[in-house]
């Protein structure tokens, strides 16, 4: 239920294709890989299974989950350093994290 965050708009011509960007583009990659890798590399986490995803238009499965390490959920965490932004869902789609209201604060 999270997703990097957006760029502003860099007056690319709007189209419906999708545009592919390298990785080192993403807004605070570089600092949520270095978070991530500080406070989970060698550390026991517990993940817990949301929901799976079933595959659609060319898309494996994807199993969603939430993973917590000390009582700390690390979506949450992510959320408030602003490495990350919260994916909105409809109020009666239940295909979301178990924990979504908390990251919605």
């Given amino acids: 239920s999270i997703r990097p965050p957006r760029m502003a708009?860099?007056?690319a011509p709007k189209d419906n294709t999708k545009r592919i960007r390298p990785l080192y583009d993403v807004p605070y990659m570089f600092e949520a890989r270095e978070f991530l890798r500080?406070?989970?590399?060698?550390?026991k986490v517990n993940v817990s299974v949301d929901y799976i995803r079933p595959g659609?238009?060319?898309f494996p499965e994807r199993t969603c989950a939430t993973v917590t390490i000390g009582g700390?959920?690390?979506a949450e965490a992510l959320v408030s350093k602003g490495f990350?932004?919260?994916?909105?869902y409809r109020a009666d789609d239940d295909q979301r994290s178990a924990h979504y209201d908390e990251l919605l604060a």
């Fill in 56 to 58: 659609s238009e060319g």
């Fill in 9 to 11: 708009d860099d007056g």
């Fill in 72 to 74: 700390i959920n690390v």
């Fill in 84 to 88: 990350v932004t919260v994916v909105r």
């Fill in 38 to 43: 500080k406070k989970l590399i060698g550390k």
